[in-house]
Nanobody, 126 residues
Framework: VQLQASGGGLVQAGGSLRLSCAASGPSFSRYMMAWFRQAPGKDRECVSVINRSGGSTYYGDSVKGRFTISRDNDKKTVYLQMNSLKPEDSAVYYC????????????????????WGQGTQVTVSS
């Protein structure tokens, strides 16, 4: 599967952005989808994960209550709604996909994902 992330930009603190990740190729519904981010000088971290059906999700502690992940399998797209943005949310955001069986548990390790998008820059000004 090929992934194309979009929706990043410059926003003031407290604002919102919605990232999209469009997939091409068959069987999108067989993929667990995730958003990772990497700020300058920092390690890449897992922001959020959603399972194949959308029925199970994970959020990193720093974004809980502010970010919402969702997916539309018919449109082959995963979204990340980001509200109440903070300057520390500034980073390049990457979407990633991992082909899994339906009962696979949520996976947050980036090494487990073998399909990555190109990244989209999010900058939050104070």
């Amino acid at each position: 599967v090929q992934l194309q992330a979009s929706g990043g930009g410059l926003v003031q603190a407290g604002g919102s952005l919605r990232l999209s990740c469009a997939a091409s190729g068959p069987s999108f519904s067989r993929y667990m989808m995730a958003w990772f981010r990497q700020a300058p000088g920092k390690d890449r971290e897992c922001v959020s994960v959603i399972n194949r059906s959308g029925g199970s999700t994970y959020y990193g502690d720093s974004v809980k209550g502010r970010f919402t992940i969702s997916r539309d399998n018919d449109k082959k797209t995963v979204y990340l709604q980001m509200n109440s943005l903070k300057p520390e949310d500034s980073a390049v955001y990457y979407c990633a996909a991992r082909s899994v069986i339906s009962s696979a548990p949520i996976e947050i390790r980036q090494a487990s994902y073998n399909n990555w998008g190109q990244g989209t820059q999010v900058t939050v000004s104070s």
